[in-house]
């Protein structure tokens, strides 16, 4: 598979995760009185429309988009739900989400920076775009911690 479509990919399995983890966290934060919860509606727009763009891009070509295995995303919502049950403060939820943001900017850093030349440029402002956002998100949460 080319750089571009692997780098596309990529995309969309972090959006798809976001915007599941966003969702979870809404859910488990329903009844609460976490100020947090409207960065996290934000986000959730946002994920959303990383994710809609990627399978936008994705379908044209012609490539099935695939989201990470069932297992995995059971484990996480099993993980942050027990997180949330023992401490469900902004403060808590600003962490959890900072490591998450902190890890996926790494990871789309690396990706960025080892496939610079090749990626279709569309792809690369798209992943550029995502780098951006979750950078600028873990500036918010800080607020929160």
Same mark, same amino acid.
């Given at each position: 598979?080319?750089?571009?479509?692997?780098?596309?990919?990529? +995309?969309?399995?972090?959006? #798809?995760?976001?915007?599941? =983890? =966003?969702?979870?966290?809404?859910?488990?934060?329903?009844? /609460? !009185?976490? %100020? @947090?919860?409207?960065?996290? &509606?934000?986000?959730?727009?946002?994920?959303? =429309?990383?994710?809609? &763009?990627?399978e936008?891009?994705?379908?044209?070509?012609?490539?099935?988009?695939?989201?990470?295995? +069932?297992f995995?995303?059971?484990?996480?919502?099993?993980?942050?739900?027990?997180?949330?049950?023992?401490?469900?403060? #902004? =403060?808590? +939820?600003?962490?959890?989400?900072?490591?998450?943001?902190?890890?996926?900017?790494? !990871? @789309?850093?690396?990706?960025? !920076?080892?496939?610079?030349?090749?990626?279709? /440029? #569309?792809i690369? /402002?798209?992943?550029?775009?995502?780098?951006?956002?979750?950078?600028?998100? @873990?500036?918010?949460? %800080?607020?929160?911690?």
């Amino acid at each position: 598979m080319d750089e571009s479509l692997e780098l596309l990919e990529y +995309i969309y399995a972090c959006a #798809d995760m976001g915007m599941k =983890s =966003s969702e979870k966290l809404l859910k488990l934060l329903k009844e /609460k !009185d976490n %100020k @947090i919860k409207k960065i996290l &509606e934000s986000e959730l727009k946002e994920y959303e =429309s990383f994710y809609k &763009e990627s399978e936008k891009l994705l379908k044209k070509n012609k490539v099935e988009p695939k989201t990470k295995g +069932i297992f995995a995303s059971l484990m996480a919502d099993v993980s942050m739900q027990m997180e949330v049950m023992k401490d469900n403060s #902004d =403060s808590k +939820i600003a962490d959890l989400l900072i490591r998450g943001m902190t890890m996926g900017t790494i !990871d @789309i850093q690396k990706r960025l !920076d080892h496939f610079e030349k090749e990626v279709n /440029k #569309d792809i690369h /402002k798209l992943a550029k775009s995502l780098l951006k956002f979750q950078e600028e998100n @873990i500036e918010l949460l %800080k607020e929160y911690l």
